[in-house]
């Protein structure tokens, strides 16, 4: 009897060990889990064979794990997608906090307002961006819980902030801002060309308009029983029309070639041809002027261009060259270069511009000598054209003037 109660006494120690073991050994598994799960570790697993007691535990945790790791895949998913969203978006972003400290920015904000990223961390946004007002929009847009908006100048440049406010989640207490830098300097550059273009043509308008109802009414007044008066005032009539229908000509192609409504169609052009038919449509003005015309064409030079808008081009700059040259004349040369096809320049012996004024040609409207040019019947708009057409074809354009001396234009073709 006793040897049985041993013997049951022995089994029972036995299994209770057997137990404890395996207690031991699960409770070690789960304790070195739940650390490497403490520490961000989700893609371990506990594996069980039953669900109930202390392994439904196991069970539960390992599910637990596998959906804390789905929910850091599906988390950084969208990390990387804003990651690529703000490396892509134009616009300057800095995300500041309740203290209006620096969290981040996007590589925008670096190159709009030439910062490093690096050296901003931590730091105040207002402080860290030398632009006037900046802290008093943050602290508008913070008081106000609102959006805020406003155009700054900053290093030459027109920069528009928005300031955005945010809430932490869950709760109604401010945590921060987004704000956003954008460059508006194009915009406003538009607006500026705009106006000046608007007031640029009703002056131009004004001019030949005012002077035909005047030259009419005087007629109506009985001027036009003076055959001798009714001769010249009609001419001058005819002159005027005639500036508004070439202004009006010279508007509507600029608009076309400007918003690319004109076709190019490059093939071979026969350059003896078509500078010759150019040349030939001033001969007899300059021959009025007592000027001479000449025309100088390398023969190996060959070239494709769209021939209608080659020969504007050649129009517009012998019409500027003989009209503003009244001594000597006009010479058109065409010769190979190193670096380009060819170049093509027209040199002329006229009254020249100065130097300053030399970058502001090719301006819709520019004029050095506004008087001058509206005598001759220019309207300010030939180079602007013909700086247009010559980009249009992937050509460059460079004009060389001494004031008094004369002026060469070369176009250098490719």
């Known amino acids: ?14 299994y209770f060990a057997f137990r404890t073991i395996v207690f031991l050994r699960r409770f070690s598994e789960l304790d070195g889990f739940v650390d490497e799960l403490v520490k961000g570790g989700l893609s371990r697993r506990l594996y069980l064979k039953g669900k109930r007691g202390f392994s439904r535990i196991m069970y539960n945790l390992s599910v637990l794990a596998a959906n804390l790791e789905e929910k850091e895949l599906e988390n950084q ?29 996007n590589p925008a904000f670096e190159g709009i307002l030439f910062l490093k990223a690096a050296n901003l961390a931590g730091k105040g946004l207002a402080e860290s961006v030398n632009v006037m007002g900046l802290g008093s929009l943050i602290n508008s847009a913070r008081q106000g819980n609102a959006q805020v908006k406003e155009t700054f100048s900053f290093n030459s440049k027109f920069i528009e902030i928005t300031a955005t406010p945010f809430s932490s989640a869950g709760r109604k207490q401010y945590a921060g801002q987004v704000v956003v830098f954008r460059d508006v300097t194009a915009d406003r550059r538009i607006d500026e060309i705009r106006k000046d273009f608007v007031a640029n043509v009703s002056h131009e308008l004004k001019t030949p308009v005012t002077a035909i109802r005047g030259y009419v009414d005087t007629l109506l007044d009985g001027a036009m029983e003076d055959r001798q008066d009714l001769s010249r005032f009609l001419n001058v009539i005819g002159f005027q029309a005639g500036r508004m229908e070439q202004l009006i000509k010279d508007l509507i192609e600029l608009s076309k070639i400007e918003f690319g409504a004109m076709a190019i169609e490059k093939k071979p052009v026969n350059l003896q041809e078509v500078v010759g038919r150019a040349v030939s449509l001033f001969e007899e003005k300059a021959a009025a002027k007592g000027i001479y015309l000449k025309k100088d064409i390398s023969e190996e030079c060959s070239i494709e261009a769209d021939p209608g808008m080659l020969a504007q081009i050649l129009t517009n700059l012998l019409d500027n060259a003989v009209k503003y040259t009244d001594t000597g004349g006009v010479v058109i040369r065409v010769r190979e270069t190193d670096d380009w096809r060819c170049t093509l320049s027209v040199q002329d012996t006229g009254i020249g511009v100065p130097k300053k004024y030399i970058p502001r040609l090719g301006e ?21 054209i013909v700086k247009h057409l010559v980009l249009a074809q992937g050509w460059k354009m460079h004009i060389d003037s001494d004031f008094g001396k004369g002026t060469t234009v070369r176009i250098y073709i490719n």
């Open 1 to 14: 009897m006793t040897r049985i109660v041993l013997a049951i006494l022995c089994l029972s120690l036995l």
């Open 77 to 105: 998913g969208l990390k990387d997608r804003l990651s690529v969203l703000l490396r892509n978006i134009p616009d300057g972003i800095a995300l500041i906090d309740s203290k209006d400290r620096i969290k981040t920015v």
């Open 364 to 384: 819709r409207f520019f004029r050095v000598d506004p008087s001058r040019s509206r005598e001759l019947g220019g309207t300010g708009l030939g180079l602007a």
